[in-house]
């Protein structure tokens, strides 16, 4: 699948606000500087969709996109930021976990990690979280072109291991790159396949 159309819609704070639940939502997010607006841009075909963060953690929006009139695609605000307050990470922590449990319409989440570094922690606790919560989510790391693919493959069976502690089963994971366009294809056909279900 391409996408023909995407179109931003709204950015809001509250999820009574959001678009009607009317059609299938997938849902981005991780930590900080981790390739999230390069990779929705790269997946949209549309370079300035999503925006590259200028000031991290200062705005802490949900933003809706409509793909081709038929699902949601939504940048959610990031986690792990150094800079921020305590105050604003409860913030965020609120109206995230709002979200996930009252957005019924979302179909999958996609966790971003960078593929650069072995386990961190923030992002081991969010998948520990929505693993708990059970929202359905897949794991994308990104920036492939960064290291040699034996550094990649070593840092992602890191995270596998760290993973298997916990849980049984593991989620499905791809592999990309918004540099090197690695990875598209196959997410949009993993969400094309859940929405022809
Ligand atoms: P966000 O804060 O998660 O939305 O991350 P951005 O998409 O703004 O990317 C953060 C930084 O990483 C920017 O300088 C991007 O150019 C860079 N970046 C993002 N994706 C890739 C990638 O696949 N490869 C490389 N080499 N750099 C990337």
Known sequence: MEIKEAKFLMSNTKVELC????????????????????????????????????SPGKTQLINHFL??????????PG?????????????WRRMINYYFQKRENLTCVFVLIDSRHEPLQPDLDFIDYLGNMGVPFV????????QSAAKTDANIAAYEAKLRETW??????????????IGKDEILAYIDEINEK
């Not at 793909?67 to 959610?76: E, F, I, K, P, T």
């Not at 499905?172 to 366009?181: C, G, V």
């Open 19 to 54: 678009p009607a639940p009317d059609k299938p939502e997938y849902a981005f997010i991780g930590r900080s500087n981790v390739g999230k607006s390069s990779l929705i841009n790269m997946l949209t075909g549309q370079k300035g969709l999503a925006k590259t963060s200028s």
């Open 67 to 76: 793909v081709d009139n038929s699902w949601y695609l939504v940048d959610l």
């Open 79 to 91: 986690y792990g930021y150094a800079k921020v307050s305590k105050e604003s990470r409860e913030k």
């Open 139 to 146: 794991i994308v790391f990104t920036k492939l072109d960064k």
């Open 168 to 181: 049984d089963e593991l989620p499905p994971i791809f592999k990309t790159s918004a540099e090197k366009r």
